[in-house]
């Protein structure tokens, strides 16, 4: 328990950085000035979502594989901190979009590819509420959780294979393509740091994940005992 107290000082030091050097390390933008500065943000937790849909994706094939609840109590715990940047990233792309665009929203294939990712993981964490046993659950959940997966690598590549409102590619994309030296360094740091955020979400949340499936074993025995109990003082 300790180790993750010094980890999360440490990250919340890094933290503290990245956000240090988004607004006042990296140079101006020349045509959107400040607020291209949320890129840094909106940015890097869209890498994070994307991460965390990928472990999602894994722990829900390795299910289906071994049918071990160990990698369902890991997929959910994903699916939960993966909801949470892609939340980040849907709340900061706006606040971008409005000032640069003069809309809020506009339904292009980015935008629209990334919040129907963001509701069918809202409705992969309803569907368990759904089904009471737990090996079920985690069979319709890992089917379910690779279908909505197919749409992360799709929403990754959607504005390189469409024109859309959303810019281009600014990372990895092609020619007279790319950022500032010192933009790039502080991009990359930022994104480093998000996915450290994400890996100890997913690690805490898998800790209390297991925690809930060890209570309704304990809840169950205690019942079943229960139940024994009362009709052997029946007989």
């Known amino acids: 328990m300790k180790r993750y107290g010094i980890f999360a000082l440490i990250l919340t030091v890094l933290m503290f950085f990245a956000g240090y050097a988004a607004l006042f390390i990296a140079p101006d933008e020349a045509t959107m000035h400040a607020i291209q500065r949320i890129f840094y943000f909106h940015a890097s937790s869209g890498w994070a979502a994307m991460e965390a849909s990928m472990i999602v994706f894994f722990a829900n094939v390795a299910y289906l594989a071994k049918r071990d609840l160990k990698w369902d109590w890991l997929a959910i715990s994903a699916v939960e901190v993966s909801v949470a940047f892609w939340t980040v990233m849907l709340v900061t792309g706006p606040i971008w979009a409005h000032p640069v665009w003069g809309v809020w929203w506009t339904w292009d294939w980015r935008l629209t590819l990334t919040l129907v990712i963001w509701i069918l993981y809202l409705c992969y964490m309803v569907l368990r509420t759904l089904i009471a046993d737990p090996e079920r659950r985690a069979v319709f959940s890992a089917v379910f959780g690779i279908f909505v997966f197919l749409g992360v690598p799709l929403d ?17 994309g092609g020619q007279n393509s790319g950022l500032d030296p010192t933009m790039a360094k502080v991009f990359f740091y930022c994104s480093g740091v998000m996915t450290l955020l994400m890996i100890l979400l997913v690690v805490k949340r898998y800790r209390l994940e297991r925690l809930r499936h060890d209570a ?20």
């Open 156 to 172: 990754y590549l959607s504005i390189r294979i469409w024109r859309t409102q959303h810019p281009q590619p600014v990372i990895f």
């Open 216 to 235: 309704e074993e304990l809840r169950l025995a205690v019942e079943e005992a229960s139940e024994s109990a009362g009709m052997s003082r029946n007989l």
